[in-house]
């Protein structure tokens, strides 16, 4: 065994990226598979962002940037948040990270002690808990089921809450489950958190423009506990730029400056181009934005619709993001050609292996009953690919 840290020893391959891998090398071997495993919509970025780029690299935009990004970044990100969400923040508020996952480990290695606690809802994005863990925090997991649409109730979080408590991790639209908090939720929420003023909250809201009930809630419109709210965000999900790496928060200044210490010392700004890109997309055209959602609005009603003609499955409808999150768990235990399916890996696995379509193990989320399905590709391949789905599954006895 190779000596890696303590460190590294304790933290775990994000699930997601290795079925996403496993399907990219039975394709390599020629075999016909359709991913759904992965977290990334199947757009191309739009035109007026890429001309943006182009434009940039043209202007010389080679140097590095400031370490939180540029002011011009800073300030199209302080517009959106006032135009779109009523919410006043200054750029010196503002960092620009690597990706939105960046900008949420930056957080948590900046306010995170050894053996604080954060309170994380179950299901959660993979990577939540394995932050916490490289911030030798603990993870409390706080379970909500698909009988509550996976939302947790501020009953709940008054349960969860102790004397060690720094943090709450909230996700909406989420990933995994395509579940989006309202406003009177979010409230509850906010009502319970203001008696504990040493409680920060993570607000991870990638999935911003990706909802189905109209306006965005942002748990940081609170008065009452908006000077604990850290928002992330960024341009990955709403305008299809996975690829360009640029996430940020808008976050209390004293946090903003310690995640812009920590990020001086380990990556630096992010990407100049891409910045440019991202400026662009803020400040551009949102006719994309809008048509992209609503191409995600039909696929979730067309995969609801496939996905509830298979026996065995228990849904929550998703009311955000791009994904469903069925309830598998009548096909635990059963079997096929001696495979024993023991638990949603092994049944993501089996579906990969046998019907040729990939998705992912609710185990990674904190749902060992459920599988996670990605509905950010064509009509015709989610068609196919839930036919493969309902054929697979019927072979298990």
Known sequence: MFPVSDRLAALSPSETLAMSQKSNELKAQGIDVINLSVGETDFYTPDHVKEAAKKAVDDNFSFYSPVPGYPALRNAICAKLKNE???DYKPEQIVCSNGAKQSVCNVILAIISK???VIIPAPYWVSYPEMVTLADGTSVIVSAGIEQDFKMTPAQLEAAITPKTKALILCSPSNPTGSVYTKEELKGLADVLANYPNIYILSDEIYEHINYLGAHESIAQFENIRDRVVIINGVSKGYAMTGWRIGW???PKWIASACNTLQG???SGPCSVAQKAAEAAYTGDQTCVKEMRVAFERRKKLVVE???QIPGFKLSEPQGA???FPDAGAYIGKSFEGRKIGNAGDLAMYLLEVGHVACVGGGAFGAPNCIRISYAT??????KAFGRIKEALAKLQ
């Open 85 to 87: 969400n009523g919410l």
């Open 115 to 117: 053996g604080d606690e």
């Open 378 to 383: 064509s009509d015709e391949n989610l068609v």
């Open 265 to 267: 010392q380990y990556t």
């Open 249 to 251: 928060i808008a976050a």
């Open 322 to 324: 791009f994904y469903i």
């Open 306 to 308: 496939l996905a509830s």
